[in-house]
C-alpha cells in the first residue's frame, strides 16, 4: 500500500496552460494534409484547413501551437508564404523528404489556424540561414500597426489590423540543424538578432532563445551567462527512444516488455534534465524571469514500415500514453520554471495527438491523455508527498508511480497518476489532509495490451473509461490503480 499526502501549501505556484502546448512543422504530413488540404479538397474544411482535426484541436484545448519548425523553420523564408496561392514560390523541403514545398500555408493561414482553435500562436524565426533584416520585417509585418512598408503590405494582403503575436523564437537548434554553432558564437548571434525584434505599439513579444540539446549543459551556462538578461525563455528538446540509437531507435507498436521499461526510464530522464539546467539557469536568474519552454518532447520510434523516412509517421500506444502522462506530471511539478511545453506533433508526426489517411482521422492515446490532464491548465500546482515502490525490470529499477495535482478555479482537487509497471497494479491511499472534499469521479485510460493503439479499422480501442473504483471516507481516498494506465481523479 503506498500512501500519499496531500501538501496545499507546498506548491510550484500556477501551472502555466502553456505546458500543454503543441508544434506543427512542415514536416511529413503535418501541415500538408494533416491540417491543410486546401479550398478545394472534398474532405469538409473551412478555409482549406480540414474540419475534424479543427474540431479535436478544439476540444483538446491547445494553449499555443509553434510553428514552423523546427529544423524547416531555419530555412524558411517567410515572403515565399504571403500573397496570392499561386504565385508563392515552390521550394524543396530539403530536411524532410526533399518534397515540394509550396508555401500555400504561410503566414495568414497559421493565423488563421489559431484563431479557429483558440491557440496562441508561437512563431519560430530564421536565424541559421536568414538573415537579421528579414527577421526583423516579418515582425513588423505581423504586429505593426502604423504606416510601414511592412504593415502596408500586410494590408495589400487582406489584412489590415495588426495580429498579437506573443511567442518568437531567435532560431531552432542552432547547435545541430540551425546552424551547426558554438554556445558562444549563438549567444552573440542571439543578442544582435533580438535586438531587432521589436515590439510594436502593445504588442509584447516573449522572446525565445534556442537551448540546449537533451543533455549540453555547457550550451546553457554560455547562453545564460552571455544572453540571460536578453531572453524571456530559453528551450529545451529531449526525446524519448526506446533504444537511445537514432540508427535503430525500436518500432511504436512491436516491442517486448523490456522496450516498454527502458522507454519509460528514459522519458524520467526529463526530471534529471529540468533540474539541471533548472539549477544553472537559477545562478543568472534566481527569480525565475526566464522560463524553460521544452519546446520538443516525445517519442521518436523508427518509421512506420513503408512511409517515407522522411516524415517521420509512427503509431502511438499505451506506451506512449505513459510518456505523456509522466512528462506532463514532471512539468506539472517543476511549474515555478518550465512554463511551456511543446509535444513533437500535433498531426501525423512523431508522438501525434492525430493520424489522418485521405478524410479519414484517428485521436490517439496521447490526445486522450492530454484531454484528461486539461484540468491542470492554469490551475495552482499542489505538492504530494509519497515514496514511490520500484518497478525493478533485469538489473534495473524505476518508479512505479509517478503523480501531480493541482486545484483548479471552482477549487477542485484534481490528481493524476501514472502506474509505470507492466504488469503490477497499485494499491494506494492519498491523505486529502482534510475532511472539506466529499465526492470523487475520475476517468482512466488502459489496454488489455501494452501495444494498444487506434487504428483506422478500429479507431476507439483504446479510449477513457470512467474510473469508479475509488472510495473516499474521513478525508483519506482509497483506490487500485490498474498496471500501465494513467489515470485522472477529481475530489469536490
Ligand atoms: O520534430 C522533428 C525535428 O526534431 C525538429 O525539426 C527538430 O527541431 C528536431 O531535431
Same mark, same amino acid.
Given at each position: 500500500?503506498?500512501?500519499?499526502?496531500?501538501?496545499?501549501?507546498?506548491?510550484?505556484?500556477?501551472?502555466?496552460?502553456?505546458?500543454?502546448?503543441?508544434?506543427?512543422?512542415?514536416?511529413?504530413?503535418?501541415?500538408?494534409?494533416?491540417?491543410?488540404?486546401?479550398?478545394?479538397?472534398?474532405?469538409?474544411?473551412?478555409?482549406?484547413?480540414?474540419?475534424?482535426?479543427?474540431?479535436?484541436?478544439?476540444?483538446?484545448?491547445?494553449?499555443?501551437?509553434?510553428?514552423?519548425?523546427?529544423?524547416?523553420?531555419?530555412?524558411?523564408?517567410?515572403?515565399?508564404?504571403?500573397?496570392?496561392?499561386?504565385?508563392?514560390?515552390?521550394?524543396?523541403?530539403?530536411?524532410?523528404?526533399?518534397?515540394?514545398?509550396?508555401?500555400?500555408?504561410?503566414?495568414?493561414?497559421?493565423?488563421?489556424?489559431?484563431?479557429?482553435?483558440?491557440?496562441?500562436?508561437?512563431?519560430?524565426?530564421?536565424?541559421?540561414?536568414?538573415?537579421?533584416?528579414?527577421?526583423?520585417?516579418?515582425?513588423?509585418?505581423?504586429?505593426?500597426?502604423?504606416?510601414?512598408?511592412?504593415?502596408?503590405?500586410?494590408?495589400?494582403?487582406?489584412?489590415?489590423?495588426?495580429?498579437?503575436?506573443?511567442?518568437?523564437?531567435?532560431?531552432?537548434?542552432?547547435?545541430?540543424?540551425?546552424?551547426?554553432?558554438?554556445?558562444?558564437?549563438?549567444?552573440?548571434?542571439?543578442?544582435?538578432?533580438?535586438?531587432?525584434?521589436?515590439?510594436?505599439?502593445?504588442?509584447?513579444?516573449?522572446?525565445?532563445?534556442?537551448?540546449?540539446?537533451?543533455?549540453?549543459?555547457?550550451?546553457?551556462?554560455?547562453?545564460?551567462?552571455?544572453?540571460?538578461?536578453?531572453?524571456?525563455?530559453?528551450?529545451?528538446?529531449?526525446?524519448?527512444?526506446?533504444?537511445?540509437?537514432?540508427?535503430?531507435?525500436?518500432?511504436?507498436?512491436?516491442?517486448?516488455?523490456?522496450?516498454?521499461?527502458?522507454?519509460?526510464?528514459?522519458?524520467?530522464?526529463?526530471?534529471?534534465?529540468?533540474?539541471?539546467?533548472?539549477?544553472?539557469?537559477?545562478?543568472?536568474?534566481?527569480?525565475?524571469?526566464?522560463?524553460?519552454?521544452?519546446?520538443?518532447?516525445?517519442?521518436?520510434?523508427?518509421?512506420?514500415?513503408?512511409?517515407?523516412?522522411?516524415?517521420?509517421?509512427?503509431?502511438?500506444?499505451?506506451?506512449?500514453?505513459?510518456?505523456?502522462?509522466?512528462?506532463?506530471?514532471?512539468?506539472?511539478?517543476?511549474?515555478? $520554471?518550465? &512554463?511551456? !511545453?511543446?509535444?513533437?506533433?500535433?498531426? /501525423?508526426? *512523431? =508522438?501525434?495527438?492525430?493520424?489522418? %489517411?485521405?478524410?479519414?482521422?484517428?485521436?490517439?492515446?496521447?490526445?486522450?491523455?492530454?484531454?484528461?490532464?486539461?484540468?491542470?491548465?492554469?490551475?495552482?500546482?499542489?505538492?504530494?508527498?509519497?515514496?514511490?515502490?520500484?518497478?525493478?525490470?533485469?538489473?534495473?529499477?524505476?518508479?512505479?508511480?509517478?503523480?501531480?495535482?493541482?486545484?483548479?478555479?471552482?477549487?477542485?482537487?484534481?490528481?493524476?497518476?501514472?502506474?509505470?509497471?507492466?504488469?503490477?497494479?497499485?494499491?494506494?491511499?492519498?491523505?486529502?489532509?482534510?475532511?472539506? $472534499?466529499? &465526492?470523487? !469521479?475520475?476517468?482512466?485510460?488502459?489496454? /488489455?495490451? *501494452? =501495444?494498444?493503439?487506434?487504428?483506422? %479499422?478500429?479507431?476507439?480501442?483504446?479510449?477513457?473509461?470512467?474510473?469508479?473504483?475509488?472510495?473516499?471516507?474521513?478525508?483519506?481516498?482509497?483506490?487500485?490503480?490498474?498496471?500501465?494506465?494513467?489515470?485522472?481523479?477529481?475530489?469536490?
Amino acid at each position: 500500500m503506498v500512501q500519499v499526502s496531500v501538501r496545499s501549501q507546498a506548491s510550484k505556484g500556477t501551472i502555466n496552460k502553456n505546458i500543454y502546448g503543441h508544434f506543427s512543422e512542415h514536416l511529413g504530413r503535418c501541415i500538408y494534409e494533416g491540417i491543410w488540404v486546401g479550398h478545394d479538397s472534398p474532405i469538409p474544411n473551412t478555409e482549406g484547413m480540414r474540419n475534424d482535426v479543427l474540431e479535436a484541436l478544439r476540444e483538446l484545448k491547445v494553449p499555443v501551437l509553434r510553428w514552423p519548425g523546427g529544423c524547416f523553420a531555419d530555412e524558411y523564408h517567410w515572403r515565399d508564404g504571403i500573397g496570392p496561392a499561386e504565385q508563392r514560390p515552390r521550394m524543396i523541403n530539403t530536411h524532410w523528404g526533399g518534397v515540394v514545398e509550396n508555401n500555400h500555408f504561410g503566414t495568414h493561414e497559421f493565423f488563421r489556424l489559431c484563431e479557429l482553435i483558440g491557440a496562441e500562436p508561437y512563431i519560430n524565426g530564421n536565424l541559421g540561414s536568414g538573415t537579421v533584416h528579414e527577421m526583423q520585417q516579418w515582425v513588423e509585418y505581423m504586429t505593426f500597426d502604423g504606416e510601414s512598408p511592412m504593415a502596408n503590405e500586410r494590408r495589400a494582403n487582406g489584412k489590415e489590423e495588426p495580429w498579437k503575436l506573443k511567442y518568437f523564437g531567435v532560431g531552432n537548434e542552432n547547435w545541430g540543424c540551425g546552424g551547426n554553432m558554438r554556445p558562444e558564437y549563438y549567444a552573440d548571434e542571439y543578442r544582435r538578432y533580438a535586438t531587432y525584434v521589436r515590439n510594436y505599439g502593445d504588442n509584447k513579444l516573449t522572446k525565445i532563445a534556442c537551448g540546449p540539446n537533451s543533455h549540453d549543459y555547457e550550451w546553457t551556462e554560455v547562453l545564460m551567462r552571455n544572453a540571460g538578461k536578453y531572453m524571456d525563455a530559453l528551450t529545451l528538446h529531449y526525446y524519448t527512444l526506446p533504444t537511445g540509437d537514432w540508427k535503430s531507435k525500436g518500432s511504436a507498436t512491436d516491442f517486448d516488455v523490456a522496450a516498454w521499461f527502458t522507454t519509460l526510464r528514459r522519458t524520467l530522464e526529463m526530471e534529471t534534465l529540468i533540474e539541471k539546467h533548472s539549477a544553472i539557469m537559477d545562478k543568472y536568474d534566481p527569480e525565475k524571469r526566464v522560463g524553460l519552454y521544452v519546446d520538443e518532447w516525445g517519442t521518436w520510434y523508427d518509421v512506420e514500415p513503408g512511409t517515407n523516412p522522411g516524415f517521420l509517421y509512427q503509431q502511438n500506444t499505451m506506451r506512449d500514453a505513459l510518456v505523456a502522462g509522466i512528462n506532463l506530471n514532471l512539468f506539472n511539478n517543476h511549474c515555478d $520554471r518550465v &512554463t511551456m !511545453s511543446n509535444i513533437a506533433q500535433i498531426v /501525423n508526426v *512523431l =508522438q501525434a495527438m492525430i493520424l489522418t %489517411e485521405g478524410d479519414q482521422l484517428v485521436l490517439t492515446p496521447t490526445y486522450h491523455v492530454f484531454h484528461m490532464y486539461q484540468v491542470h491548465q492554469d490551475a495552482r500546482h499542489v505538492a504530494l508527498e509519497f515514496t514511490s515502490p520500484d518497478y525493478t525490470f533485469g538489473a534495473e529499477r524505476i518508479p512505479q508511480l509517478s503523480l501531480s495535482a493541482s486545484i483548479d478555479s471552482t477549487d477542485a482537487l484534481n490528481i493524476s497518476i501514472c502506474n509505470l509497471h507492466h504488469e503490477d497494479a497499485a494499491t494506494i491511499t492519498i491523505d486529502l489532509e482534510d475532511n472539506n $472534499r466529499t &465526492t470523487v !469521479s475520475g476517468s482512466v485510460l488502459s489496454h /488489455n495490451a *501494452l =501495444q494498444g493503439h487506434n487504428s483506422f %479499422e478500429q479507431p476507439e480501442a483504446v479510449k477513457p473509461q470512467a474510473f469508479t473504483d475509488a472510495k473516499l471516507e474521513n478525508g483519506k481516498l482509497s483506490l487500485t490503480v490498474p498496471a500501465a494506465s494513467v489515470l485522472v481523479l477529481k475530489l469536490q
